[in-house]
């Protein structure tokens, strides 16, 4: 029987539309797809509220079903006080986002920011906005993120 404690993962970018939520999906896929799914709890957020409420990104959750991810259940969210506790590992998707939580963490809070690549993969390299770029940087970002969460579960198990 497996005994290891569940693990809890927050990811987090800037409005919590295009790289977190991406991110959150493709992790939930890799942990199922490896029988972790029962030990590993997955979300996403965002550092600010502009977007919260809404789906992803239309072209994030296209990318995500070409790829078998569902992203549909998801909704934008800031991150909030309590998740630096909810949360074992809190990664921002850039450096920006790692400082913004870093500063931002409440006194006491038990989860750890890291930088989502070099945390996963040893890569200390951001994980570039496809915001305002075509469809092809979407579709990079994905890839990025489906190598980083394979790294990532393995570190985990």
């Known amino acids: 029987m497996d005994t290891k404690p569940q693990t809890s993962v927050l990811f987090v970018c800037l409005g919590n539309i295009c790289r977190s939520p991406l991110a959150h999906g493709v992790l939930h896929q890799v ?77 006491g809070s038990t989860g750890s920011v890291h930088l989502f690549l070099k945390y996963a993969t040893g890569r200390d390299v951001d994980i570039p906005d496809p915001y305002y770029g075509g469809p092809g940087g979407f579709d990079a970002v994905y890839l990025t993120i489906r190598e980083a969460s394979e790294a990532l579960a393995a570190k985990l198990m």
Do not use: C, K
Not at 31 to 50: C, F, K, N, P, Y
Not at 79 to 107: K, Q, T
């Open 31 to 107: 942990v199922a797809e490896t029988g972790l799914g029962h030990r590993i709890a997955v979300d996403s957020a965002g550092t600010g509220d502009w977007h919260a409420g809404n789906l992803p990104d239309p072209r994030s959750m296209e990318v995500a079903a070409r790829h078998g991810v569902d992203l549909s259940r998801q909704r934008a969210r800031m991150i909030r006080p309590d998740d630096y506790s909810r949360f074992d590992l809190i990664f921002g998707m850039v450096r920006s986002n790692v400082e913004y939580l870093a500063r931002s963490a409440p006194a």
